[in-house]
């Protein structure tokens, strides 16, 4: 069971970094998250980003290999995650247990490239912003979809602690016939709502092997960690 629960975490944490640095604009939902009641909900693509797209490619092989390539410019970042609930970590009790609401304005760009072979794209992502985190008693109507990602919550308590500082993270992913792979980092700095300066650092990868279906089972392998300074 415990297997199961961490599969299903870090498929979630997987999935929704996924969906969310493949939006190609994530701009803060409107209202003040922090006050009782407030909705937080992923924003709806567009308005502030340059994407670009070619395909198939000029030189694609007449068999049909032709590849679909993608750029998007980031510049704000909306971002749930779910609990980490990892039992061996040198972070506060609520960095671990309670849900993070990341909102940051800054610079990022995503890379993809998909063809008949399978899906590849990195992306990087720094900016200011806040990471607030809610214990699970205070928020209610958690509205998730089929991949774990947030669609929406209802905000009915104070947060545990908000971090104001600069946020980096790195995502990629690569899906072919033989694996497919979900791997990041994310680095903070800055400080909490006491003003004492506070680091988080944060990194994971999961892989399926061929055939496997990750919304279905587990990862053939699954490693996750988050340390704090």
């Not at 995650?81 to 506060?92: E, I, R, V």
């Not at 089929?146 to 790195?170: C, H, K, P, Q």
Request: proline share 7%.
């Amino acid at each position: 069971m415990r297997s199961m629960r961490t599969w299903l975490r870090l498929t979630s944490v997987a999935a929704a970094a996924a969906l969310v640095l493949l939006t190609p604009a994530l701009a803060s939902a409107s209202g003040n998250p922090s006050a009782p009641g407030q909705v937080k909900q992923q924003p709806p693509a567009g308005g502030t980003t340059a994407p670009t797209a070619t395909g198939p490619a000029p030189n694609a092989p007449g068999g049909g290999k032709g590849a679909l390539t993608i750029t998007l410019h980031l510049h704000s970042l909306v971002l749930w995650g779910l609990p980490f609930g990892l039992a061996q970590s040198n972070c506060p009790l609520w960095v671990l247990s309670d849900y993070m609401l990341t909102e940051a304005t800054g610079n990022g760009i995503l890379h993809a490239t998909a063809n008949k072979t399978g899906f590849w794209f990195t992306t990087t992502f720094t900016g200011q912003g806040t990471m607030t985190f809610y214990p699970p008693l205070h928020l209610t109507n958690i509205l998730l979809n089929l991949l774990g990602l947030i669609i929406s919550a209802t905000v009915t308590g104070a947060a545990d602690n908000v971090l104001t500082g600069r946020v980096t993270e790195w995502f990629g992913a690569s899906i072919n016939k033989q694996t497919i792979v979900f791997h990041g980092t994310f680095h903070f700095n800055g400080t909490d709502q006491l003003s004492t300066p506070m680091a988080l650092r944060g990194q994971f990868q999961v892989n399926w092997n061929h055939g496997a279906n990750p919304l279905l089972v587990p990862p053939h392998h699954a490693r996750f960690a988050v340390t704090c300074r």
